[in-house]
């Protein structure tokens, strides 16, 4: 009931940026927060950054800093701006929205991941 699409993924060498997008749709009542996870190979899925909807944030810590999250509410969308990128980053970054449908109470969803690689 709840597709998020993510985009904004890449090769990119140590020192440079990128900037990750979500959007979500569906049957969409009310979005309470949004917000991306990553997974590096081997390792547990960790948060990265997350945005609620009266405007706090949370970053992981290994992020604080160099990545900026943000939203556009009337989009639905979400955006991870990832600056001064390092090896330690590369990893399977997923969007998480967690919200209320219009119909049947509160949802959780995850989008199905971009790869982000950082490598000289």
């Known amino acids: 009931q709840v597709q998020l699409v993510e985009s904004g993924g890449g090769l990119v060498t140590p020192g440079e940026s990128l900037r990750l997008s979500c959007a979500a749709s569906?049957?969409?009542?009310?979005?309470?927060?949004m917000g991306w996870y990553r997974q590096a190979p081997g390792k547990q899925r960790e948060l990265v950054a997350w945005l609620t909807s009266n405007g706090s944030t949370n970053y992981g810590d290994s992020v604080k800093g160099r990545f900026t999250i943000a939203r556009d509410n009337a989009k639905k969308m979400v955006y991870l701006q990832m600056n001064s990128l390092k090896p330690e980053d590369t990893a399977v970054y997923y969007c998480?929205?967690?919200?209320?449908?219009?119909?049947?109470?509160?949802?959780?969803?995850w989008g199905q991941g971009t790869q982000v690689t950082v490598s000289s």
């Open positions: 998480n929205t967690r919200g209320k449908l219009l119909t049947t109470g509160d949802f959780t969803s």
């Open positions: 569906g049957s969409i009542s009310i979005i309470y927060a």
